[in-house]
């Protein structure tokens, strides 16, 4: 796709240059976390193409996969709200509306704190380097920072948040403009916005719709990469003294093939709340990836992930689904995992 092309493009002609690095700590309370996003992406003069290094101070964790968690709390809070205060506002929602029809909010106090510009150097940081979308805007919203007109942009009754105001479609464009230019201007530090001007179909792939990013059952399967069978082929050495330990009184065995189709039993029935922990305990946030790994190893421990490299590991001793399930259902949601 044009979007992915133009991303790994540009950071490969950025790969040598200075580590962008932020620090997170996570001893902190919520308020003062979100500020230091919040000053992380208000800094100017940042090249955002820049190799990307988090860190979460308080947490062993490294890696991309901390990168990754980074980005995925940063689009998490510009979507759903920054609980600190802006000027003396309660809390800080930058998107309002129905999904699928998120506005910037009218709010002169974020405009004057350059909020919106800070949101465009988030969505921006996020999609060069491989983060989650900031999905659900307006397409309204997406037709002009694709590059196309207010005058042009077809506006739905979803998309005006304020019921008295639905009335009067007219003035709508013009109670946000100033929010879509520091939106574009952070757009355009990040690169973003000269992708979106060569290439207005582009759009979609940077802001999906929420249908386009959902995480289904299918989508799940569709990216993971299986473990190789063995064909019916003799097992190594080491593999049959295991199995062989395990049948005699230390703990039962069971073949890879087994546990995957456990596995794809679990993707397929349960919520997709669950699927989603499941995602962000493998991956490091809800969203699928490509490449999500499977391994399957000889061990009594509980699953446990490598978010770095997307791999889960899941341990070959399941002798029945129930057991399976309970066991990785107790792992999802919690830090057991490994960088």
Known sequence: MAADHFRQALLVSKEDERNLKVKLDMAEDEEDREGQIINFYKTPNIDWARPFHAKLQGDVAIGDGVARHFLSLVIHKL?????IDVGNSCGAMLFEGQSDHLVPSSSKIFMQNDMF????RM????????GPRLTGLSPAVLHVLAGGTPQTATIALEDINDIDVRETIGPVFGRIKEQLKQIKQGLKETYVLDL???????????????????CSPEVVLDFIQWPQEDDGQELGLARIIRIFEYSFGKLPYQEPKKIKEFLMQFISTVSQDKLKQLVKFWV?????????KLEVVDSNHYPRASTCFRTLRLPSHYQTYDDFRQSLEMCLGTSALSA
């Open 79 to 83: 979507k759903h709200g920054f609980a």
């Open 117 to 120: 510009i800070m949101a465009g």
């Open 123 to 130: 969505i921006g940081h996020a999609f060069l380097h491989s």
């Open 196 to 214: 979106l001007e060569a290439r207005p179909d582009a759009i979609t792939q940077v802001f999906p719709s929420e249908a386009e990013a959902t």
């Open 284 to 292: 490091g946030w809800e969203i699928p990836m490509t490449e999500m």
